[in-house]
């Protein structure tokens, strides 16, 4: 879902950057900016923040396990080489 107060802060920055007598053609304007934003950007495959920052925990998460798993697998390869060089 996009957040309206995000919409709103790039339709002032456009609005703020257009000329004067752009900007006085007032809350209609307004309005179809908003309306365009939300349009154009409901088209987009975009994530919330909330579903980004989830994921991104899993992920850390998911890295932490892996960099546990190659240690012991490392370890355990340490341990068959020992044995190896024992059983010869």
Do not use: C, W, Y
């Amino acid at each position: 879902m996009l957040d309206p107060k995000k919409i709103e802060q790039v339709a002032r920055q456009i609005q703020g950057a257009l000329p004067q007598g752009v900007r006085d053609l007032g809350e209609d304007f307004d309005k179809k900016l908003r309306s365009l934003l939300q349009s154009q950007l409901g088209k987009l495959d975009l994530v919330s923040r909330e579903e980004f920052d989830i994921q991104t925990q899993v992920l850390l998460r998911t890295r932490e396990k892996l960099a546990k798993m190659e240690q012991r697998v490392s370890a355990l390869e340490a341990h068959l080489n020992v044995e190896e060089k024992t059983a010869e």
